[in-house]
């Protein structure tokens, strides 16, 4: 924990409380172009912020309705295909569909069972006893949003009902802590502490990020144990997505398609994401209807 007295991360020279001290009357314009200096972090403005917002209800809406869709005996490319008509439908675009390197082939993620992320929509239909992440990234109006949700196909094992229950919780008391000065490294803390308690492991290849003018934007927001001393401020968006382990945190990225990460003792995974918007006083949950 940086403490007031301490040399400010600006490398201003300065103590921190004479600096960038949360509390100090800041600068705006002055704390926007350090920070994207310092760490590349965009602070939005009030116009970014309602184009993200915007975004991030849709992103929430399609999101609750693909949900909805999953049942057994429905396949996931038909999710995919059932979330795509939903982005079209609001004049929107899938972020995923030909992201990355090789392009991403579907327009949402659905990682089932032992697949910790970036799982593809194909052919086989979802079967009692299953879990599934759905994740959807909607681009509005060039804005983005990102959010991601667990669905129980029927009656679960205790195992999977675990890690279902306790990514949520993960990502629930990360979002309660967060407020202007608040230190990066604070969200990993909140999130470990609570997998470690709860018999799980936390992914460490993979973290949350700054979203809202592009797909991933700096910081990256680790979930497991770290350093990180970037205090949070007043516009900052970034998502929070704590994928928890029932085994192992170690996953390994499918050779052929290049993007299923399954975990390494294939046991299962579950993750939940939001984004969320740093206020004056607290945060905002942006990817709520
Ligand atoms: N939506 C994912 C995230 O939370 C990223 C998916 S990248 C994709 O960051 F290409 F696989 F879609
Ligand atoms: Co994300
Ligand atoms: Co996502």
Redo the contacts with the bound molecule.
Sequence with gaps: MTERNDPCWCGSGLKWKKCHYPAQPQDAKKLEHDYKKQYGILIKTPEQIEGIRSACKLAASILQETCKMAKAGITTNQLNDFAQQLHKKAGAIA??LG??EPP?P?S??TSLNDVI??GIPDDKPLVEGDIVNI???PILNGYYG?C?AMVEIGNVSEEKHRVVEVSKECLRRAIEILKPGLLLCDIGKVIEDYALQHGCSVVDQ?V??G?GVD??EPPQVPHHYNTLKIPLVEGMTF?I?PMINAGVRDGIIDPVDQ?TTRTADGKPSAQW?HTILITKTGHEILTLL
């Design positions: 972020a995923p992201y990355g991403y579907k949402i993620c992320c970036h994740d959807v990234t990102d991601s993979f949350g990020h979203v797909f991933h998502t997505e993007w994401e």
